[in-house]
């Protein structure tokens, strides 16, 4: 058997597939890293894409939390192999927060989050719409008990008006905004720039614009807030019989 435990962590989701988590996840990664906090990451699923941008974000090897091929149980080992001597890990959910596989196995991002013991931070489409993006934070933050939600990342918001109106209905909820991104060319990195292609295809045109990324993510998102959730999870011992050498 052997110990490890959790580091600092917290679970990147959204409300929905397209919504922005991948940005704001990699985003964060890349702007935290260049502050010279050590970063690991992971991606829920068998997703073999995200994690190379994940990668180069981080300088750290990424990581899958696949519960549906693995089970809940060993989670928790996952998380802390991703994140061993990390200061932080960053965990990007999979579809929708509480979406997982068709056959009721274990998957979705929440129950991986409850796994984790993991704080999550819901990112959140606000174009179009104003008022109306409380209650859908409303309904995630209420629809399942267990699911420890810290905050709200807003995304593709128009103008300062718009985000002040929708700041102020997601805060009455009662879970503070931790970063609110403008609709930008920035932010539409990876389907402007690159399209879904794996890092290796484009290795310098993803390292530019991962460059871009992070810096316009560390200016529109509070890291001390952000990084504050991720402490806020307990330090959990892990022990685990490995077989990997």
Aim: aromatic share 4%; hydrophobic share 45%.
């Amino acid at each position: 058997m052997v110990a490890s435990s959790l580091p600092p962590r917290v679970v990147i989701a959204g409300t929905h597939s397209g919504v922005g988590k991948t940005t704001v996840a990699t985003g964060l990664m890349a702007a935290f890293t260049a502050t010279g906090v050590r970063v690991g990451t992971a991606k829920v699923g068998p997703d073999y894409i995200d994690p190379g941008y994940h990668a180069l974000a981080s300088g750290s090897t990424p990581r899958n939390i696949d519960a549906w091929m693995c089970g809940l149980d060993w989670v928790p080992s996952m998380g802390a192999r991703a994140g061993a001597g990390k200061d932080l890990l960053i965990v990007e959910g999979v579809m929708g927060l509480f979406d997982g596989a068709a056959d009721g196995t274990p998957s979705s991002t929440a129950e991986v989050a409850t796994a984790l013991a993991a704080p999550v931070i819901l990112v959140v489409d606000a174009s179009s719409s104003s008022d109306s993006i409380a209650a859908v934070v409303h309904g995630f933050h209420t629809f399942r008990r267990g699911v420890s939600l810290a905050g709200v990342v807003l995304n593709r918001l128009g103008s300062d008006s718009h985000e002040q109106a929708v700041r102020a209905a997601v805060t009455a909820v009662g879970l503070p905004v931790l970063g609110a991104l403008r609709r930008d060319d920035q932010l539409t990195w990876r389907d402007r720039h690159l399209g879904l292609v794996p890092v290796v295809e484009r290795p310098g045109e993803v390292v530019e614009s991962l460059a871009r990324l992070g810096a316009a993510v560390a200016q529109r998102c509070d890291l001390d807030a952000i990084h504050a959730v991720a402490r806020s999870a307990p330090r959990a011992a892990v022990s685990e019989t490995r077989t990997e050498s």
